[in-house]
């Protein structure tokens, strides 16, 4: 969390007022820890008056917003699995401080069970780009406009499942490489189960996928 925190306001589901709390409460040279940075922020400040003689009142950081920052890695620096921030968010911001001792002392030694992919799907969702990398050799991103064919690699961050005005379901997947993101469809139910079934088998949710391009959409033919 090093220089300013005033990025983190573009992060969706993040109250403006409780990242305010985090800037303003922030040491000179940074939080130390997790539990620092919940301790700094968590109370209200009463024995300060604006300039209309009214107590200051500094909100503290909501679930929501705890959420939101543990999501897109804001606290990875403190050495705490995303996925455990975000279950264990009730214990980790309970008003009892016991709980909260418990919570960290449980959650100290638990490794991120999130992979590249579902880490890539949290921060394009709430911050609209992503900042983990997913390198993969020979994408092929920048021919799928070229050729009517074209053998792509790409992690499957999400496949939305969708019905069309005919009643037939089919698949929207969203696909990254090397920092670049595309959406593909697949219409092919049984091929839509093959993809999902190799993606429960893939490091990263890496597949590798024939596409063609037809009229600015991109379908997917095979695999």
Do not use: W
């Amino acid at each position: 969390m090093e220089g300013s925190l005033q990025g983190l306001l573009g992060i969706k589901g993040a109250s403006v007022k409780e990242v305010d709390v985090l800037v303003k409460k922030r040491p000179e040279n940074g939080y130390k820890s997790l539990e620092e940075m919940l301790e700094l922020t968590r109370f209200s400040i009463k024995n300060k008056k604006d300039e209309n003689g009214k107590n200051i009142v500094m909100p503290k950081l909501g679930k929501g917003t705890f959420v939101a920052l543990a999501k897109v890695g804001v606290f990875d620096e403190f050495g705490y699995s995303r996925k455990v921030l975000i279950d264990y968010a009730t214990e980790i911001l309970s008003p009892t401080k016991k709980k909260r001792l418990e919570a960290f002392e449980a959650i100290k030694n638990i490794s991120d069970t999130l992979n590249s992919a579902e880490r890539v799907k949290f921060e394009i969702d709430l911050l609209g780009f992503a900042i983990t990398d997913i390198k993969i050799k020979d994408s092929n991103f920048d021919n799928i406009k070229n050729s009517d064919n074209c053998d792509i690699k790409a992690s499957c961050i999400e496949i939305k499942k969708k019905v069309s005005k005919k009643g037939k379901e089919y698949g929207i997947l969203r696909l990254y490489a090397n920092f670049n993101t595309i959406e593909a469809l697949c219409f092919n139910q049984d091929l839509l189960t093959n993809i999902e079934d190799i993606l429960l088998k893939s490091n990263d949710n890496v597949i590798k996928l024939n596409v063609s391009h037809k009229n600015g959409t991109i379908f997917v033919n095979s695999i």
